[in-house]
């Protein structure tokens, strides 16, 4: 039933078809949203105990009050839990408030103003500063870049990382200063950046003395199947390769306890983590430290931190397994849509046919479902191909999203006959 083996009138009566179920489902007022990764309520609620925490006991382990001024890099009991996620012993991680993404924004923002512990001179008077940015991509990483006038030059993400070919030609030009990379369950493809190509990342060669990897390790313990992928340690690997500077991590509690009250946490090494905390004096006293105690006696150990993300697997794995059912159901004989399976994260990339991914969100708009715009995954939100939609399958509830998806699928089929036809 491919549309290549498909007459024009078979594929006019296929679009009649779809017209009409697409009619009927505009007649039942939807209101869906498949926009951002959010956690749904039933997840928020596993982290209800925070709320009851600290208790009317407000000191860490080092005997601090919680409550008052101070403790820069955080405190040391929470580090100390996530140290092991994220392959760094405490004393080379800070932990902050609730977003990560203030983590990276700060560290882009210190680099053109400062200049990093290696730069010849601030990165605003350089003639120009360039990041590679893997696409698809996460789509606020490219936002905060283009705010600050950075240019973008985009890449392959593929199966196993970026395409190192385009790296490596594209790391000889001394203005290109860094770039961004999600390592594990990638934001939206799922990709999984490989130990090979990690320790080629760390080792590469690159005209830029203080070339930066931001290292979005957002997802390390999101898991959706039984295989529990690690991820390669770039910080362990980047010194290993004499470039100890050249890695950032970032990554939070965002979707592991409470999404706009959780802690964030940046990783490198001694040298970077200082110069980190030097200009971050400038801005801020300290972090919310109560927060980080409920959280730290909340979770207790790493393995609390796992146990919870168990839970979470289980509200999050059947809604990936029904996206792709419906897909699968609804697209595959026709050969008009190609979508990912992830073992983890919190989106599926679905690549529809070349030159209609806007029109497909245009149609389930109309009919009641809101999506991530086409173009999000890429910077300047330009897909040159117009084929790449972003779904996050978290927030609605099991009858909402399958309800959204078949939605989807028919605006996939419809936009593709309609280009067929066209």
């Known amino acids: 039933m491919s549309f290549e083996n498909l007459s024009r009138d078979q594929i006019q009566t296929l679009l009649d078809e779809q017209r009409a179920h697409y009619r009927e489902l ?32 407000f000191t860490d382990s080092h005997g601090t009050d919680t409550r008052n001024y101070g403790g820069l890099n955080g405190l040391p009991e929470l580090r100390e839990i996530f140290a092991p996620i994220l392959q760094v012993p405490l004393e080379q991680i800070v932990a902050g408030d609730n977003a990560s993404l203030a983590m990276m924004h700060d560290n882009l923002v210190f680099s053109l103003l400062h200049g990093t ?3 010849p001179r601030p990165w605003v008077a350089e003639e120009s ?25 985009p ?45 080629e990342l760390a ?43 050249r890695a950032i991590t970032f990554a939070s509690t965002s979707k592991i306890t409470f999404a706009g009250s959780g802690v964030c946490f940046l990783a490198s090494s001694p040298d970077n983590v200082a110069w980190y905390l030097k200009h971050l ?48 159901e609804r697209l595959a004989s ?5 979508w990912t399976e992830p073992k983890g994260g919190y989106f599926v990339s679905l690549d529809v046919v070349d030159g209609t991914a806007s029109r497909v969100i245009e149609l389930a708009r109309e009919a009641g479902v809101a999506m991530t715009p086409a173009g999000a995954a ?8 117009d084929r790449n939609i972003r779904i996050a399958p978290s927030y609605p509830s099991s009858a909402e999203l399958a309800t959204a998806i078949e939605v989807l699928a028919t605006c996939v089929l419809l936009a593709a006959a309609e280009q067929s036809l066209a």
């Open 117 to 119: 512990v290696d730069s």
């Open 155 to 199: 890449v392959d993400l593929l199966a196993d990382g970026p395409d190192m070919n385009a790296v490596r030609a594209l790391v000889e030009d001394p203005t290109v200063k860094g770039m961004w990379l999600v390592p594990t369950y990638g934001n939206p493809s799922g990709a999984v950046v490989s130990e090979a190509v990690a320790a």
């Open 281 to 328: 004096g400038k801005r801020t006293i300290g972090p919310d430290k109560v927060n980080q105690l409920r959280h730290a006696r909340f979770l207790q150990d790493t393995e609390g931190v796992m146990a919870l993300m168990t839970r979470h697997r289980q509200i999050l794995a059947p809604k990936f397994e029904q996206v792709v059912t419906i897909l699968r």
């Open 26 to 57: 505009q007649d039942s007022g939807l209101k869906l949203d498949l926009t951002r990764g959010k956690p749904s309520p039933e997840q928020l609620d596993l982290s209800l105990p925070l709320l009851a925490l600290p208790g009317d006991d």
């Open 334 to 338: 026709y050969a008009v849509a190609e």
């Open 378 to 385: 890429f910077p300047y939100g330009h897909d040159p191909r």
């Open 129 to 153: 500063v360039k990041f590679i940015c893997p696409v698809p991509g996460y789509d606020r990483h490219f936002a905060l870049t283009e705010e600050y006038g950075i240019e973008m030059i």
């Open 203 to 245: 080792g590469l060669e690159t005209a830029a003395p203080d070339f930066r990897i931001f290292w979005d390790n957002a997802y390390a313990v999101h898991h959706l199947t039984d295989e529990q992928t690690k991820t390669a340690d770039i910080i362990g690997l980047c010194a290993a390769s004499d470039h100890p500077h």
